[in-house]
Antibody, heavy 115, light 107 residues
Framework: EVQLVESGGGLVQPGGSLRLSCAAS????????MNWLRQAPGKGLEWVAN????????HYVDSVKGRFTISRDNAKNSLYLQMNSLTAEDTAVYYC????????WGQGTLVTVSS | DIQMTQSPSSLSASVGDRVTITCRAS??????LAWFQQKPGKAPKSLIY???SLQSGVPSRFSGSGSGTDFTLTISSLQPEDFATYYC?????????FGGGTKVEIK
């Protein structure tokens, strides 16, 4: 069974940093492009970033470029999102998701940016 | 950026009804279109990819069609568990973008 489990969310002050992790199981991570997406409270879905199977191709939504870094460790079956210079607008549930046409989602981890 | 416009933004329907949701892209996206279902407080669930292919385990009452700029999601006979919000997403070009969502409510 495919499972994606995010962790690392929490409360952080504006300007702070947080690192999200996504533990993958039930499939071979190295065979899939992986994504981070988010959903602000009461809002719709927003794609944040994705990373190709071998990590050599990465894309970001403009609003996080230069602040967020997506990475992966296929040997550890893990996906990461390093988030720096956080603002209130980054407050959201963050999901990791498998595939270019997403097939599976994690349960999400809540990031709250507030003083 | 490619804008995805869903309509309607909400609808009321009864169990057994046929429901159609449309999604229009601001430019052609071939068939790189996915549909997702989300229930309150839950993670999204993937329904359809490449416009018309059902993800594994998705009931056959769900179907998708379209290509280019105009797409539809159809639920042939609405079931109680189908009341949710539905989103389309294009993955033809970066940034990947979503429609605003369609909330399907009980009439």
């Amino acid at each position: 069974e495919v499972q994606l489990v995010e962790s690392g969310g929490g409360l952080v002050q504006p300007g702070g940093s947080l690192r999200l992790s996504c533990a993958a199981s039930g499939f071979t991570l190295s065979n899939y492009r992986m994504n981070w997406l988010r959903q602000a409270p009461g809002k719709g879905l927003e794609w944040v970033a994705n990373i190709k199977e071998d990590g050599r191709e990465i894309h970001y939504v403009d609003s996080v470029k230069g602040r967020f870094t997506i990475s992966r460790d296929n040997a550890k079956n893990s996906l990461y999102l390093q988030m720096n210079s956080l603002t209130a607008e980054d407050t959201a549930v963050y999901y990791c998701a498998r595939g270019f046409g997403v097939s599976h989602w994690g349960q999400g981890t809540l990031v709250t940016v507030s003083s | 950026d490619i804008q995805m416009t869903q309509s309607p933004s909400s609808l009321s329907a009864s169990v057994g009804d046929r429901v159609t949701i449309t999604c229009r892209a601001s430019q052609g996206i071939s068939n790189y279109l996915a549909w997702f279902q989300q229930k309150p407080g839950k993670a999204p669930k993937s329904l359809i990819y490449v416009a018309s292919s059902l993800q594994s385990g998705v009931p056959s009452r769900f179907s998708g069609s379209g290509s280019g700029t105009d797409f539809t999601l159809t639920i042939s006979s609405l079931q109680p568990e189908d009341f949710a919000t539905y989103y389309c997403q294009q993955y033809n070009d970066y940034p990947l973008t979503f429609g605003g969502g369609t909330k399907v409510e009980i009439k």
